[in-house]
């Protein structure tokens, strides 16, 4: 498979010597796929016809922002989806799935979820391993609020009702980030959100002590991509 990541942010400078870049995150989370990075951020856009499946990756910033590359990526979800491809979406880019194909975006009344949280699943797919719930590291204020037509609802929770869908067979959104560590997720947070109350932080930096469920999403992932 020939794989293209979007890259939709980069990382803060104080963090990359010890975290890496969001690429290093991804390709030690899919050690597997040979993985080429376009920066979209930068307004570095891939040719759809040269790849097989694209990994969106998160952002800082919000689907409905202005930034001029954003409505570009939307476009390209359109462009992958007429034909076909396999798209992943994580966090940001779960949620430019639904914004690109007629779903809806907003901030969510919960404000921002941070640290590890658990998910039931709502369906099986054959690609998935039976369990019943996961966790996963969550840094985002953004959720689905309205899912694209002929979409499928894998997991929620009570403050992520959107948390796993589905459109199609060739397109899967994740609102979460199997690709972060618990250490990089606590430092972004602590340093970024700060209208975050205390005790949200608190509850966030005690949840960090529970494993996070990165590595069975990736396989779930690699699965769902190596369908035909």
């Known amino acids: 498979m020939k794989i293209a990541l979007l890259v939709c942010d980069h990382v803060a400078d104080e963090y990359v010597e010890k ?21 979209i951020i930068d307004y570095f856009f891939p040719v759809v016809d040269d790849y097989d499946v694209f990994i969106c990756t998160g952002s800082k910033s919000s689907v409905y922002d202005r930034d001029p590359w954003i409505p570009h990526l939307l476009e ?49 797919k054959g690609w998935m391993n039976g369990v019943s719930s996961y966790h996963l590291l969550m840094l985002c204020q953004d959720q689905v609020k309205i899912l694209p037509e002929n979409s499928t609802i894998l997991a929620s929770s009570e403050y992520c009702p959107c948390a796993m869908f589905t459109v199609g067979n060739n397109i899967i959104g994740i609102q979460g980030h199997p690709e972060f560590s618990q250490e990089y997720d606590r430092a972004v947070f602590e340093n970024r959100l700060r209208k975050v109350s205390p005790e949200k932080v608190e509850k966030a930096i005690e949840s960090l002590n529970t494993p996070h469920d990165g590595a069975l999403i990736a396989q779930w992932i690699e699965r769902f991509c190596a369908l035909s």
């Open 19 to 39: 975290f890496g870049t969001y690429v290093d995150m991804f390709e030690k989370l899919f050690p597997n796929f040979n993985i080429q990075p376009y920066f």
């Open 76 to 124: 390209l979800i359109r462009e992958i989806d007429s034909k076909n491809k396999k798209f992943v979406g994580v966090c940001f880019g779960h949620q430019a799935i639904a914004e690109a194909l007629g779903g809806k975006v907003e901030k969510a009344d919960v404000g921002y979820l941070i640290g590890v949280h658990e998910f039931q699943i709502a369906e099986q």
